[in-house]
């Protein structure tokens, strides 16, 4: 990450976590315009995300409402992994 953040990455929960994750996401796929300060924050959210197993890191960006049940399952443990890893990490304050 660059030292243009002047504070790390902090949430207090995994869902706040993930919904700013698809904010950046869909602004840098729509417009492609996202600040130097977001593309930051993205490049290193990518990172985390990347850390995952990629069975895992696949269904973080699935809904859950929608899913049956083995891929409700699935994404489940996939944000259990992901929660791991930003705790791990002191990202996930909550």
Do not use: C, N, W
């Amino acid at each position: 990450m660059s030292d243009r953040i002047e504070t790390p990455l902090r949430y207090t929960s995994l869902s706040a976590f993930i919904a700013h994750y698809h904010a950046l996401k869909s602004a840098r796929d729509l417009t492609r315009e996202l600040t130097v300060d977001q593309s930051d924050i993205l490049a290193e959210m990518d990172r985390i995300v990347a850390a995952l197993d990629p069975a895992l890191r696949e269904t973080i960006d699935h809904d859950r409402e929608d899913a049956t049940p083995a891929a409700a399952r699935r994404i489940e443990r996939a944000r259990r992994a992901l929660a791991h890893e930003l705790t791990a990490r002191g990202i996930l304050t909550g």
